[in-house]
């Protein structure tokens, strides 16, 4: 309950004319028309008139006067009433901890989720990335901008280190390029690895020797087509493998066993052709020309459009010293295949 005296700004012990008095001055001072808008005066200007009405009506006052300043106490107060947290029961605590359990577990296999989510969409995306680029190195390829499409294939490993396509292709590429055969050899292992087809990485395992020997890593290209399985490998891999340890052979420069093995080779090979080549210039080395022109007869009737028939008969009248006939042969030679050598043409045949 609000103080009228304290409102008023009286004793309590005051008149009713110092209660009318105390009320003009305050009604002068906080009326609604001299503060128009403001609503605290306005509010207090109600409580100074409560107050006068209170005050000044004797009947009021007297009851006001009772309660206000001699208020009577209850005879028995109630006792404040303690609060006692409540003990759960056994069954309320396992139904407690049934409910935390399941929290937990879905809160797990959530976050769980999420991970996995998001991990495959990584990879995902890495797949997508490596796959667009591999197919900008297949357009470079075909334009024949070598160097744009090595720099693809190798972005595509950027994403995908892995993908055996973008391994192989760049490989390739840092051969025909640069003759850069310790990467290429590299990225072959690591691309036979990743091919799952026994089609794929017998194609790469044959790239990958084949850059051996013509790096000079003769003894790791031997060893590598002796430990494969002969008896598991597809004719056409088995001859291109022969063929590969028959340029070993030929590289460590021993022709008479190369040409025991170009016999035998010559007896189960279905593709003949480069194989009589090597015979023909390991018999011209061993000075055998019965037998290189034995040989060159049968590559020119099996083989009329090779040039390189014609590159090796000319060798032969080379030897001979019939340098207008090796002219000849290296001219025909050369308009069939433009990547012969020209050095055998400019030393004999451009002399004035």
Do not use: W
């Not at 409102?7 to 128009?36: F, M, R, W």
């Not at 280190?161 to 192989?168: F, T, V």
């Not at 093995?261 to 189960?268: E, G, V």
């Not at 015979?279 to 090779?306: H, V």
Request: overall charge positive; aromatic content about 14%.
């Amino acid at each position: 309950m609000q103080n009228h005296y304290a409102i008023l700004g009286i004793p309590t012990s005051a008149s009713l004319d110092e209660i009318k008095k105390a009320y003009k001055n305050l009604a002068k001072k906080y009326h609604p028309d001299v503060h128009k808008g403001d609503k605290n005066k306005e509010d207090y200007f109600k409580k100074i008139n409560e107050a006068y009405q209170t005050l000044s009506d004797p009947i009021k006052k007297q009851r006001y006067d009772a309660y206000y300043l001699n208020p009577i106490p209850p005879s028995n107060p109630a006792p404040k009433k303690q609060y006692k947290p409540k003990t759960p029961s056994s069954k309320e605590k396992q139904e407690e901890a049934k409910l935390l359990k399941k929290y937990y577990t879905y809160t797990f296999i959530i976050a769980l989720l999420v991970i996995i989510l998001g991990t495959y969409f990584y990879y995902f995306m890495n797949d997508l990335s490596a796959q667009k680029f591999l197919e900008k190195g297949r357009q470079m390829e075909r334009i024949q901008h070598y160097p744009s499409a090595l720099q693809s294939y190798l972005s595509a490993l950027e994403f995908d280190k892995d993908n055996p396509i973008a391994l192989e292709k760049s490989a390739d590429l840092f051969i025909q390029i640069n003759k850069n055969y310790t990467i290429a050899v590299e990225h072959y292992i690591l691309s036979y690895a990743h091919h799952r087809s026994m089609n794929d990485k017998l194609r790469v395992h044959y790239k990958y020797i084949d850059a051996l020997i013509k790096s000079n890593q003769n003894y790791k290209a031997e060893s590598s087509i002796l430990s494969l399985p002969y008896d598991t490998l597809r004719k056409s891999y088995t001859d291109s493998l022969n063929f590969l340890q028959l340029l070993i052979l030929n590289e460590k420069n021993n022709p008479q066993e190369t040409l025991k093995f170009i016999d035998i080779l010559l007896t189960n090979q279905e593709e003949t052709y480069p194989i009589l080549l090597l015979k023909a210039r390991n018999q011209l080395q061993q000075s055998d020309t019965t037998g290189c022109i034995i040989t060159l007869a049968e590559l020119r009737e099996k083989y009329p459009n090779k040039g390189a028939t014609y590159y090796y008969n000319a060798f032969l009248y080379i030897f001979k010293k019939q340098y207008p006939l090796a002219c000849e042969e290296l001219s025909i030679g050369y308009q069939l295949d433009q990547e012969l050598p020209r050095h055998p043409f400019d030393v004999y045949c451009n002399t004035p």
